[in-house]
């Protein structure tokens, strides 16, 4: 894993899920926080924006994958 992520808040509201993450992209040695929403299985963000992200992709996809799996985990 090229990054470090870490989930600082996250809340329910209905079908949503509304995340705080801080990411560390060790590729791009920069340290990003930001809200993301999962909506169903979608994942909604800047962040994660394969245009938008200011991400590596691996990184990003990183991001994406270990988010998943952590509220598949806990859903």
């Known amino acids: ?9 996250f809340t329910e509201q209905g079908t949503a899920i509304y995340i705080k993450i801080e990411v ?21 963000g800047d962040l994660v924006h394969p245009k ?6 691996e990184c990003r996809l990183d991001t994406i994958a270990y988010l998943k799996q952590y509220f598949k985990s806990i859903g």
């Open 1 to 9: 894993m090229k990054c470090q992520i870490t989930v600082t808040d």
């Open 52 to 57: 938008k992200s200011p991400l590596s992709e």
């Open 24 to 44: 560390y992209d060790h590729q791009k040695k920069h340290r990003h926080q930001e809200e993301l929403r999962f909506l169903g299985d979608l994942l909604y």
